[in-house]
């Protein structure tokens, strides 16, 4: 829910605070923040909206999604303020760092061989 406080970015403002959030992949697009996601095919894209909707839910916060073969893109803003707050970038930072999430080279966990989800647009 919004607040009167709740400060709601001017589309000017957007670039440097995804630039200062290291947001590089994110864009502002009519009115919303905006995101898409390269997948290496169906199941994994149905994975990472799954993803993307648990972390949604859990902040209780929900982007718009679209999904075809392959890709997904998200759009976020905070209905209730009629604009992007600072719930929009929270919600993005959560996003990219689980959805981009790799093990560490040389631990425990090798990591799957496949394309899985790519960070480039």
Do not use: C
């Amino acid at each position: 829910m919004a607040t009167k406080d709740e400060k709601i970015y001017a589309t000017e403002e957007i670039p440097a605070k995804l630039q200062e959030l290291a947001l590089t992949d994110w864009y502002v697009e009519d009115g919303w923040l905006r995101r898409k996601y390269n997948t290496d095919g169906w199941p994994t894209t149905l994975m990472l909206v799954n993803t993307i909707g648990y972390i949604a839910e859990a902040a209780w916060h929900h982007p718009d999604l679209a999904v075809t073969w392959g890709k997904v893109w998200v759009k976020l803003k905070t209905h209730s303020a009629g604009g992007i707050t600072d719930k929009d970038f929270s919600l993005a930072q959560k996003i990219e760092h689980e959805i981009l999430w790799r093990p560490a080279p040389g631990g425990p966990l090798e990591g799957t061989p496949n394309k899985f989800v790519q960070g480039k647009k």
